[in-house]
């Protein structure tokens, strides 16, 4: 009897263990749950150096990602699909001890592309280059994790989904017969699968096509005209933004919406 207690107590002992070294749980978009990659950082102290982006989001703070940020390499960028996409990261102690902080985790928004850089090996500066996955993150958010010496730490990543206050935003942009509308504020799969335009003079949805970044348009002429938009998320929720842009609206706008995606 004493050695069965002895027994179920180092059994305890062991999956005490196991739940304290195990990454944190996640629900996670994608079946693959974590997955490994590298991540270095970009921008400054105060991530200035990351305003603007292939994303198309200009302002970071303006447009409340603030600085839990980060460039994708080519491997998850997607041609810009993954924009708005959110990841959580924490650094792979199991593999560098040195530089990564432990019991740390840190989420971020996807905002920019990390292009190759053909120059040097994947293994020794191209960290960028295909087929790596990698993560070129806001400064202050790759301190959350890593040792600021160290410039480059193992991660574990998962996709998570996207936690936004307010709605969806629309901004337009372009000229008569061409609306290049970016969005911003995205929840829950934070990426734009699919999106249909609507003018008020119009009983029809209209595909409209992705452009880069967040950004899709449509050759259309819409001008003067009350505008809806439907838009469907990568993970396939799909919301309708009825009459979100008044007639009369103007390029440049931008338009919130009371709508989110959950």
């Keep these: ?12 002992c062991a999956l005490l263990a196991a739940a304290i070294l195990a990454p944190p749980a996640v629900e996670a978009l994608e079946p ?5 990659a590298h991540a270095t950082f970009y921008g400054g102290a105060d991530a200035s150096g990351t305003m603007g982006g292939a994303c198309g989001y200009g302002n970071l703070y303006a447009q409340g990602y603030g600085t839990r940020t980060a460039a994708l390499s080519t491997a998850l ?27 740390v985790s840190v989420t971020i928004t996807a905002t920019n592309y990390c292009p190759p850089n053909w120059d040097l090996p994947s293994d020794n500066g191209g960290w960028c280059n295909p087929p790596r996955p990698h993560f070129d993150m806001a400064q202050p958010a790759w301190e959350k994790i890593g040792i600021y010496r160290g410039g480059i ?12 206050k307010g709605g969806v935003r629309f901004t337009i942009n372009g000229h008569d017969y061409f609306q290049l509308v970016l969005l911003t504020n995205v ?46 998320i990568s993970d396939d929720q799909m919301l309708v933004f009825s009459n979100i842009v008044p007639p009369g609206w103007k390029f440049g706008q931008t338009f919130a919406s009371n709508l989110q995606f959950k």
Aim: charged content about 15%.
């Design 187 to 232: 929840g829950a799969a934070g990426s734009i699968k699919a999106m249909d335009v609507k003018g008020s003079q119009s009983d029809n949805w209209l595909p409209m096509a992705h452009n880069w970044g967040a950004q899709w348009h449509s050759l259309l002429y819409l001008t003067g005209q009350g505008l809806s938009f439907r838009v469907t």
């Design 1 to 12: 009897m004493v050695g069965a207690a002895a027994t179920t107590v180092v059994a305890w």
């Design 153 to 164: 730490i193992p991660v574990i990543y998962q996709r998570v989904p996207c936690v936004k």
């Design 32 to 36: 693959s749950g974590w997955l490994r």
């Design 77 to 103: 960028f997607n041609d810009g699909l993954s924009c708005g996409q959110c990841y959580k990261l924490v650094c792979d102690r199991k593999t560098d001890r040195t530089w990564c902080k432990p019991g």
